[in-house]
């Protein structure tokens, strides 16, 4: 028998995204036969009313009639234990209802305060041997030092092999469709380099605010919400060296390299290589829209909600190279995309003609697609032997190419943890590397006052973001 159990179980978290992907999981096969999922928190909740609320969650989801083959068999899966991080002793019903499990997950779907006392909780009561694992989600930590705190209380229960810290970007299909693109076309890779790369754009943008979530965000603020993982992470798989092979460990070994090449942001370079901003009253999705410090349960802060870095890689391969990393709420498009600005031609014979260098965009949200910008002669004639040109993009639509149901990037993360499989998951060494780069800029901004600037809602940021390209020539592409 293997088990999942989701802690956190009533939140909206699991509502959104973890029933919903169990659901589908469920309806396409590939759950393993002999899995139940336990759903628990404080809440006293009988078994039925835990199966109500999880056919809520897949109902609002679903993007068709629910599937009531799939449902029934999902159904016979579920059960329901209570449990209080503040009450170990809650957790040895738990323990007991386990108790023979060959397999089990404990996907911690809570805030990151609970993260600590669950782990130990499932360690005194016994709940947890030495064949479990346990998801964490982000944020793991609010700075180097808590975050090795929290790796310290979760390792002495569990063994690094053992504990899977989610990023959930790392199972969108255009995310891991940029390993394939690099690493499995002889077009892209020799050309991956200095060389031929002039620059590296990666936009995270939201057309939304905090979402009643102001005390939380508070805390973090956008460098910590964003860039330290889902930012930094798609930074690393443009960066990274080609790994051995595409075991866990390979792959996780070259992103570490990178984190532990970024150039340190210090000192007077915090004024040129960082912008911090804050979204005031303005218009997004076309609707006026609040600022920061008026949304609920807003107080006085000085808390960034946007983010612009020019990021430099210290290596052979990308020496010279920028990454410009912008990330924010309130901004004018809902968009995640990497941009790769190839460098101007050495030379043109096309005289009076404006070649526009290639450029590779990498979209990954609202759509997932890939598109390449070449040059192309127009089909017209021109006077004295002359040839008009102009860019076209070729364009990959993920799906146009495969239509399929998009999945929930939950699903793929969910069941390579079921399966025992860490290759999407962040490592202990690689979540405190990107720490060790972000404290180093949080703490300059502290020491040098660097209030963050005002930004309309619905605007792509600050100014100073703008600034921080054009001083070396180039521009934002949106």
Known sequence: MRSLVIFGATGDLASRMLFPSLYFLERDGLLPHDLRVIGSSRAALADEGFVQLVRKAVEARAERPVDEDAWGRLQRRLSYAAADAAAPASFDALARALRGDEDTVFYLSTSPTLFVPIAEALGASGAATSSSRIVIEKPIGRDLKSCQAINDAIGAVFTERRIFR?????????????????????????????????????????TVGVEGRFAYYDDYGAIRDMVQNHVLQLLCLVAMEPPASLDPDSVRN????????LRPIVGRELERRTVRGQYTRGVADGATAVGYLEEADARPTQTETFVALQANVDNWRWAGVPFYLRTGKRMAERASQIVIQFREVPHSIF????????????????????????????????????????????????????????????????????????????????AEAAWVWVDRIVDGWAQHAMAPAPYAAGSWGPAGAFALTERNGHSWFS
Request: proline share 5%; no cysteine; hydrophobic share 45%.
């Open 166 to 206: 989610i990023d959930h970007y790392l199972g969108k299909e255009a995310v891991q469709n940029l390993l394939a693109l690099r690493f499995a076309n002889a077009l892209f890779e020799p050309l991956w380099n200095k060389v031929s790369i002039d620059h590296v754009q990666i936009t995270v943008a939201e």
């Open 351 to 430: 005289r009076g003609q404006d070649l526009l260098a290639n450029r590779l965009t990498i979209r990954l949200q609202p759509e997932e697609q890939i598109s390449l910008s070449l040059m192309n002669k127009t089909p017209s004639l021109a006077q004295a032997g002359g040839m008009q040109l102009m860019p076209l993009s070729l364009n990959l639509s993920l799906e146009q190419a495969f239509p399929t149901r998009r999945r929930i990037a939950y699903e793929r993360l969910m069941l390579e943890a079921l399966n025992n499989d860490p290759t999407l998951f962040v490592r202990r060494d690689e």
């Open 254 to 261: 070259e992103k570490v390299k990178v984190l532990r090449s």
